[in-house]
């Protein structure tokens, strides 16, 4: 069987290759001839994506990468991982998939799968891509052509998830077409769980991601009354863990980032208003998440007000880039808010990650584009006057900050049980 995966990124490099070892052939299409180029000499642009998994795949002729998409004619089924950003007013922008729908579709055969992957709201697949398919290849979903949804779930960074692992939900147009994708999967996963329909697992993505941010945004909320009651929400929340039931952990943060739990809630929102809908829940969270790096800057001036300074004139590192722990991934990181509100503040500031030694250029950060990690040795690090430890890589040596950094502010509780002077660490 031969397969083409359409977005070769987070999502759609993992999938490709999960499906290579299971024995499929898989071409994978992206327009960035950067990504083709590196995959086809065997290279990952991916830090948690090992280059050996993607050597091999490509040794055994199973996995390709390509820019033509006139090739998808190849496939029996095409799945579609592009992404799904805000525009500037935080309304969907689902032209990604209209995009590839548009290139795809004078290419459709009879008898091809299409799946989509991409996180958005529901009627996505059934309203917007079946119109772009059936118009621009004159044949008509559930009848000439098999169409479905089915969710990405992936956990970047995490050596435990695996994606044969996670189960995978999958919607169809048809009963037919639920029948042909659920077989796709089974190949490849080892639970596929069919829905009812495309709007329903669409749906249920979006579930999976506003759970997601309504609790980090509770304990964020609870972290700022905690703390003005001079109770520690870290202590709170790994007590309340140890009941077994009932209760799961999120953990309070610098602010949300990454390519979806900023984002895909407010699919809904729109989509819920051309239904006289609102959700409340959602506008609350991301209320809430969105002000944590402002949260986190005051906290900054009122350590460094401790020690007699103002943000102004200071010199501050944000520590920890990427929008999570122990990947090379800074879409949406609240680092960059906290970078952005303390310049504007007058302070001199850097940031140091392991995994971007620079910033490359993105649509959302140009102005920080260039900008290198600082050096991690006791005279750059002991040169500032605050380190905020935004995102705690398990690398970093946080016994070395201890004895180095003279103010830490710090958001993820990385110096639980560390030794520090009194007054050294401030957390937020
Ligand atoms: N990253 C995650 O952890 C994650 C998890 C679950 C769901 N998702 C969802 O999966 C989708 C993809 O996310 P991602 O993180 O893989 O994005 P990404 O930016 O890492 O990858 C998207 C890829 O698509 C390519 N691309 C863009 N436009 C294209 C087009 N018209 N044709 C072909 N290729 C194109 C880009 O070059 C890029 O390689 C999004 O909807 C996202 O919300 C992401």
Redesign the pocket.
């Given at each position: 069987m031969k397969i083409a995966i359409?977005?070769?990124?987070?999502?759609?490099?993992p999938l490709s290759l999960q499906f290579a070892r299971s024995g499929v052939t898989v071409l994978g299409?992206?327009?960035?001839p950067a990504?083709v180029k590196s995959l086809n000499a065997g290279r990952s642009f991916?830090r948690h994506i090992r280059s050996a998994g993607v050597r091999e795949q490509v040794a055994a002729g199973r996995f390709s990468a390509s820019t033509d998409?006139a090739r998808v004619r190849e496939a029996e089924a095409v799945i579609?991982?592009?992404?799904?950003?805000l525009k500037q007013n935080r309304e969907p922008d689902i032209?990604?998939?209209v995009?590839?729908g548009k290139?795809v579709a004078p290419h459709l055969k009879k008898g091809t799968l299409i799946v989509l992957?991409?996180?958005?709201y529901p009627g996505t697949t059934e309203e917007d891509l079946r119109e772009v398919l059936e118009k621009g290849s004159d044949l008509r979903a559930g009848r000439d052509f098999h169409l479905a949804y089915s969710?990405?779930?992936?956990?970047?960074g995490n050596p435990d998830s695996r994606v044969a692992d996670i189960p995978k939900l999958v919607g169809g147009c048809t009963p037919a077409c639920l029948k042909r994708a659920v077989a796709l999967y089974r190949k490849a996963v080892k639970t596929v769980v069919p829905m009812s329909s495309c709007r329903a697992a669409e749906a249920t993505?979006l579930l999976e991601?506003i759970f997601r941010s309504v609790n980090i945004a509770l304990v964020n909320e609870l972290k700022v009354v905690y703390d003005a009651m001079g109770i520690d929400i870290w202590e709170v929340v790994n007590a309340a863990k140890t009941k077994p039931f009932g209760f799961m952990p999120f953990y309070p943060g610098p602010g949300l980032g990454?390519?979806?739990i900023p984002?895909?809630p407010f699919y809904l929102t729109w989509k819920a208003r051309e239904f006289g809908q609102n959700t409340r829940f959602i506008e609350l969270a991301g209320e809430i998440n969105t002000a944590m790096p402002q949260y986190v800057v005051e906290r900054t001036a009122a350590a460094l007000n401790s020690r007699q300074k103002s943000v102004s004139g200071s010199k501050i590192l944000v520590l920890g880039l990427a929008y999570k722990a122990n990947v090379d991934?800074d879409?949406e990181s609240p680092g960059y808010h906290l970078l952005n509100l303390l310049k504007k503040r007058g302070a001199k500031v850097a940031y140091h990650d392991p995994f971007i030694p620079v910033i490359r250029p993105s649509r959302e950060h140009s102005c920080w584009a260039g900008t290198k990690s600082t050096a991690w040795n006791r005279r750059a690090i002991g040169s500032f006057d605050a380190v905020i430890i935004c995102t705690a890589h398990r690398t970093v040596n946080y016994r070395q900050l201890a004895r180095w950094a003279r103010l830490i502010v710090d958001t993820r509780n990385a110096m639980a049980g560390m030794k520090t002077q009194p007054g050294q660490v401030w957390m937020a």
């Open positions: 359409i977005g070769l990124g987070y999502v759609g490099l299409l992206d327009i960035d990504k991916i998409f579609i991982c592009v992404p799904t950003p032209s990604y998939i995009n590839t290139t992957e991409s996180t958005t969710p990405e779930r992936e956990d970047p993505k991601n990454g390519h979806c984002i895909d991934d879409r």
